[in-house]
């Protein structure tokens, strides 16, 4: 009884908030404590993402140099990031989510993921500065660079400490909850696969294709030269930081189910054309001729599918999750989406390499099969078939309440 009585509290108090946001047009800039408080979230919060962004980068972009080598030292470091990168991951995701002003939640979650890219434009721009180094210092420079993201959290963090005290007797009585509270009802299990499969889709989209092995895609091409490489891998990056950007600050103006439906579409049709465009290059390469157009064309669509991808699983994604999950286990949540999202980027990152050398261009068309297409629309369906309007934030509650008693 106890637990729906407040249920029905929070349902009220959520209601005045939203009430109380609404009426406000002041903007957030114009607020010393929001001013200060989102200058602290950037380096703190957000600088997780811009650290897998620049370790992320640096597989596909130390591939692309001449004088890349795989020793043991980068392998053990990856094998400690690989640990550490999800777990800040979601702390940092949901103490935004904790701290954001009502008004600026979604956007501010929506940025979370963009700021991957100013990691990846910087490991990228690093690595193609060092390219001409002929050693192996031209790798092992950009590898030792990856601890600056770091110590610029570290440095903010205890500035940030003081912001999070108020919340602290809420962790401590959410720490009493288990893992098997998720599957306690039927509107927490509905999350449950919700996630898991939201994990799984956000990898198995191709983007780890284009994220790490971008060099082997245009050796297929005919595309060697590494300088050439390295430049459209740069720019690549610069374009999905645009993309994300603008999509992040439009996140409030459409509905979840639109943008997702939309992002799903967008990348079935560019896969499509991207397959066609690689046939036709690679066979004429290994006719011993060249189809320039075909290249360019892989190119083009290359490109097209960061805002095709940006559209739904980089900018909905933590905002999503945030409105996903109850307060007490929204932590548990996102660990969920990490662990499989981590799942699926393992098996990828060395199932591709596999594919591209054994199947060639056929290994693109994996990525838009039709019966997996179709799961995948009937995934987003579930994810956002809650009513949502443009603009605001709504929770699965709607559908079923996190905890219930029977009275």
Same mark, same amino acid.
């Given at each position: 009884?106890?637990?729906?009585?407040?249920?029905? %509290?929070?349902?009220?108090?959520?209601?005045?908030?939203?009430?109380?946001?609404?009426?406000?047009?002041?903007?957030?800039?114009?607020?010393?404590?929001?001013?200060?408080?989102?200058?602290?979230?950037?380096?703190? #919060?957000?600088?997780?993402?811009?650290?897998?962004? =620049?370790?992320?980068?640096?597989?596909? /972009?130390?591939?692309?140099?001449?004088? &890349?080598?795989?020793?043991?030292?980068?392998?053990?470091?990856?094998?400690?990031?690989?640990?550490?990168?999800?777990? !800040?991951?979601?702390?940092?995701?949901?103490?935004?989510?904790?701290? /954001?002003?009502? $008004?600026?939640?979604?956007?501010?979650?929506?940025?979370?993921?963009?700021?991957?890219? !100013?990691?990846?434009?910087?490991?990228?721009?690093? #690595?193609?500065?060092?390219?001409?180094?002929?050693?192996?210092?031209?790798?092992?420079?950009?590898?030792?660079?990856?601890? #600056?993201?770091?110590?610029?959290?570290?440095? =903010?963090?205890?500035?940030?400490? /003081?912001?999070?005290?108020?919340?602290?007797?809420?962790?401590?009585?959410?720490?009493?909850?288990?893992?098997?509270?998720?599957?306690?009802?039927?509107?927490?299990?509905?999350?449950?696969?919700?996630?898991?499969?939201?994990?799984?889709?956000?990898? &198995?989209?191709?983007?780890?294709?284009?994220? *790490?092995? +971008?060099?082997?895609?245009?050796?297929?091409?005919?595309?060697?030269?590494?300088?050439?490489?390295? $430049?459209?891998? +740069?720019?690549?990056? !610069? &374009?999905?930081?645009?993309?994300?950007?603008?999509?992040?600050?439009?996140?409030?103006?459409? $509905?979840?189910?639109?943008? *997702?439906?939309? !992002?799903? #579409?967008?990348?079935?049709?560019? *896969?499509?054309?991207?397959?066609?465009?690689? %046939?036709?290059?690679?066979?004429?390469?290994?006719?011993?001729?060249?189809? $320039?157009?075909?290249?360019?064309?892989?190119?083009?669509?290359?490109?097209?599918?960061?805002?095709?991808?940006?559209?739904?699983?980089?900018?909905?994604?933590?905002?999503?999750?945030?409105? +996903? &999950?109850?307060?007490?286990?929204?932590?548990?949540?996102?660990?969920?989406?990490?662990?499989?999202?981590?799942?699926?980027?393992?098996?990828?990152?060395?199932?591709?390499?596999? @594919?591209?050398? @054994?199947?060639?261009?056929?290994?693109?068309?994996? =990525?838009?099969?039709?019966?997996?297409?179709?799961?995948?629309?009937?995934?987003?369906?579930?994810?956002?078939?809650?009513?949502?309007?443009?603009?605001?934030?709504?929770?699965?509650?709607?559908?079923?309440?996190?905890?219930?008693?029977?009275?």
């Amino acid at each position: 009884m106890g637990v729906i009585s407040r249920q029905k %509290e929070t349902g009220v108090s959520d209601a005045v908030l939203t009430d109380i946001v609404e009426k406000d047009l002041v903007p957030w800039y114009k607020k010393p404590n929001l001013r200060i408080l989102y200058f602290l979230l950037f380096p703190t #919060c957000m600088g997780v993402e811009l650290t897998s962004g =620049f370790d992320s980068q640096l597989i596909n /972009a130390l591939q692309l140099s001449d004088y &890349w080598k795989a020793l043991g030292m980068y392998i053990v470091a990856r094998m400690i990031l690989g640990f550490g990168i999800p777990t !800040c991951i979601v702390a940092g995701s949901s103490l935004i989510g904790e701290l /954001a002003y009502p $008004k600026e939640r979604p956007i501010m979650t929506s940025l979370f993921n963009v700021s991957y890219f !100013c990691g990846q434009i910087t490991a990228a721009g690093i #690595c193609f500065g060092t390219n001409h180094i002929q050693s192996d210092w031209g790798w092992r420079i950009p590898s030792l660079l990856q601890i #600056c993201p770091s110590l610029l959290q570290i440095t =903010f963090v205890f500035a940030e400490m /003081a912001q999070i005290d108020a919340t602290l007797k809420i962790e401590f009585e959410s720490s009493k909850r288990s893992w098997m509270d998720l599957l306690g009802t039927a509107g927490m299990r509905r999350r449950v696969l919700i996630t898991s499969f939201l994990g799984l889709f956000t990898q &198995w989209s191709g983007n780890t294709l284009i994220s *790490y092995y +971008l060099g082997d895609l245009l050796e297929m091409i005919g595309w060697s030269d590494s300088v050439v490489k390295q $430049k459209v891998n +740069l720019v690549n990056a !610069c &374009w999905s930081l645009v993309g994300a950007l603008l999509v992040a600050l439009l996140v409030r103006r459409f $509905k979840r189910r639109t943008m *997702y439906l939309v !992002c799903v #579409c967008a990348l079935l049709t560019v *896969y499509i054309a991207w397959t066609i465009s690689m %046939e036709r290059a690679v066979t004429a390469r290994d006719a011993g001729g060249e189809n $320039k157009a075909a290249g360019w064309a892989v190119i083009v669509f290359i490109f097209l599918y960061s805002p095709a991808y940006n559209i739904g699983y980089n900018a909905l994604t933590y905002t999503y999750l945030i409105e +996903l &999950w109850p307060y007490a286990e929204r932590s548990r949540g996102i660990s969920l989406f990490q662990l499989f999202g981590r799942m699926a980027s393992f098996f990828t990152t060395f199932v591709n390499p596999i @594919g591209l050398d @054994g199947a060639s261009w056929k290994y693109l068309i994996i =990525f838009e099969d039709k019966e997996l297409s179709d799961r995948a629309v009937i995934a987003v369906e579930k994810v956002v078939h809650h009513e949502d309007m443009p603009g605001t934030s709504t929770h699965i509650d709607d559908i079923a309440p996190a905890h219930t008693s029977k009275v």
